[in-house]
């Protein structure tokens, strides 16, 4: 699970496809061990962006974002992100933590996402689960993946999350 993947594409009419190694979710059924594929939509409900004054002379401006967020699908709860965002000429990276409190692929629990990527005019973000921080259901849970939107002013993004238990 070392690389993120983007979602997988399938015929009209047919269901998507899924990597060799990965399952797709059942619902009502919790895997003991393996790989699950879960797709997921986030709503953010609420949103504080805070521009940081440096005394440095630099083309970047940094700042400090916290999100809430409501999520379905796959990863079923709400969260919330603390990120610090770069912003320079050429786009915007940001990078943080999301804590996660819900259900995912059947188990409840919560636990804590890394969280990187750009976001500017899109948002392209990559998830990896610090599994330390797991409880509940889902402790011993470890994973990666992603989440999107071409439209961030909407508040929607959509992802997917590859997760294995140990």
């Not at 379905?72 to 990078?95: F, I, N, P, W």
């Not at 259900?103 to 996402?113: K, L, Q």
């Amino acid at each position: 699970m070392s690389d993120i993947r983007p979602p997988l594409p399938s015929a009209p009419g047919m269901p998507a496809p899924v990597a060799a190694h990965a399952q797709p979710a059942t619902s009502g059924c919790v895997p003991a061990k393996g790989l699950t594929r879960v797709k997921f939509g986030i709503q953010t409900v609420d949103h504080n962006d805070t521009k940081l004054s440096t005394k440095f002379e630099t083309p970047a401006h940094m700042g400090m974002v916290a999100t809430n967020y409501e999520l379905t699908g796959g990863l079923k709860g709400q969260a919330m992100g603390a990120y610090v965002r770069l912003v320079l000429e050429s786009g915007a990276v940001m990078d943080g933590q999301l804590v996660f409190s819900g259900t995912i692929d059947g188990r409840t629990g919560s636990v804590v996402f890394r969280v990187s990527g750009d976001c500017l005019s899109s948002i392209s973000m990559s998830l990896k689960i610090i599994p330390e921080s797991a409880t509940g259901d889902l402790r011993g849970i470890h994973g990666e993946g992603w989440y999107s939107s071409d439209n961030p002013s909407n508040g929607r993004a959509e992802g997917e999350l590859e997760i294995e238990y140990f």
